[in-house]
Structure formats: C-alpha cells, structure tokens
C-alpha cells in the first residue's frame, strides 16, 4: 500500500511537472510569435513628404507625423510624389513608386513594403568640418553643393580681421534672373552678414518668380575703392520653412525618444544627418543654437 501510494505521488508530480514545461513552451512560441508579428508589421514615422500620396482605404493624404504599417496601401497621386520614413528595424527610408517590386490589382497601389528604399546619402551630405559659429573660410562654410538655411532670414558671424566690412567693402550674392544677372550686398551688422530671402530675391519691391531664379549663387567679397573682386564660394542655397522643418525634427525626436531611447546628444546628431541628408548641408553650431532655442528637442 505505502508503494502504491508513492508511486502515485511521483507519477503526479511528473504529471504536474509536463505540464507546467508545455505551459511554459507555450509561452515560448506565443512570445515568439509575437515578436516576428512585430517585426513584420514594422512601424515607420512620416518626417517628409513631398507631393500627394493617398493612404488606400481612409481617403487621406499622407502627412508628417503619421505612423505606418509596412502592410499599409499606398497610391501615388502626383508624379514623383515621395516621402521619407524612419522604422525601428531599416532606419531612414525613402517611400517611391520608383523601382517598386511589387503592386496589387492596380499598378497605382502598392504595399508599403515594397516601395520602401534606404534614403541615400547624397552630395548634399557632408562631414561637420569645422563646427565654428564665425565664418573664417567661405568655402568651408558653404561649400559642398546644397546649404541649407532655416528659415528666411539668417545672420551668421564672420572674421572681421579677415573680411573687413564697412561702406567701402562689402559682401555680394550674385545669381542670375532670367538668365541676367543679380547681384545683391549683403547687409552686415555688428560683424555678422545677414541673409535675407525677401530682400534678396525682389526687384522694384515684388517678389520675383523662382523658378526664373539659378539654382547657384555666388558670394564676392568686393572693395569699391579698389575695385578689387575676391570669389568666396559657389553653392545652391534652400530656404527652409522654420514651421515645416520644425514639425519634421519633432516627428524624429519623438521616435528616437519613444523607440530608440538615446540621448540627447545622440539625438541632436541624428537631427543634424537627417538635414544634410534630406536638405543641404548646415553649420553644425548653428544647427544646435537653433535647436535649443526653438526647444526642438
């Protein structure tokens, strides 16, 4: 009887022990699952969009700040309508029809996944070089091809021992209007040149059309007396709307806050690359003032 009973209480025991490991692969497996159930429906940020392109099945456009699944339909209104994403897994990405490998029963909609593309660094991106508020080497400051400026009006230090400024030597930005050349000073104050975008692109006081406007300007520094004219820089100049960008970093902070959970030095960074990669390239000291100042982060 006393056998019979312990074999009982071990047979149970085993019982209870099977048990509870299936419960525990069980777990397992669901949380597996779960997790590629994750991955798979990816979810990416929308920082950037350019043209209209139609969220299939809500009647929306996509916009900056909307939160996509990688199974999210998509149709492309305009022609070379695009966007630029951020998931967990793919970092920065592109959303375009171009090179699409995939699409449903119409050739205008397309699952997101497949016109996902890395965003790629361009000649518009380039290394921080030298971080310094003044401007000491115009080529160094603006050289690279495309520099950007946020917002229309800009004033930026420069090397008064080397660039002297008064009424007699000043700074010109020359482009051409209907292929006739511009050439505008640039006004200086307390040793800083200003950027103005209204100022710089009117004539008779209207602004002109600018699509008429070059795409490259060049800085001179000139003395009247002398006439002596010095090329400083050549460069492709983008004024960002200050509202726009503002709304695209604070998409991005929120995701490397809420997903990536960096610091805040890492995420002053990540905003820097993204408007070098996306817009043009930007004075690194520059970029963190403004940063703080608008409390973007």
Known sequence: MYLFIKLYVIFN????????????????????????DNNAQNIYYVINVIGEIELVGTDKLLKTGHK????QQVKFLT???????????????????????GSTDSEFVHFLKNVLFPQKTSTRLSTRGNDSFVI????????????????NQLKIPIDI??????KNRVIVYRYYYNKAPVQKILPAVNSMIIFDKEKLYERFGKKINMSLVSDTVELYYVNKLSRATTSLVSFKPIFLNQEKISTELKVL?????NVKKISHPSITQELYDYVQATYGKVNFSLFKSWLDTNSII
Not at 14 to 21: A, H, S
Not at 161 to 166: H, L, N, Q, S
């Open 79 to 101: 022609e070379n309508a695009k966007a630029v994403v951020i998931g967990s897994n793919k970092g920065r990405m592109v959303i375009s029809k171009k090179q699409s490998i």
């Open 68 to 71: 996509l699944k990688d199974t």
């Open 161 to 166: 021992d080397k660039f002297p400024i008064d």
């Open 136 to 151: 000491e080497d115009f080529e160094d400051y603006f050289g690279g091809s495309f520099y950007a400026f946020i917002g």
């Open 253 to 257: 902070v929120e995701y490397f806050k």
């Open 13 to 36: 025991t085993f019982l209870l022990v099977f048990y509870v490991m299936r419960l525990i692969i069980i777990i397992f497996i669901l949380k597996l699952l779960l997790i590629n």
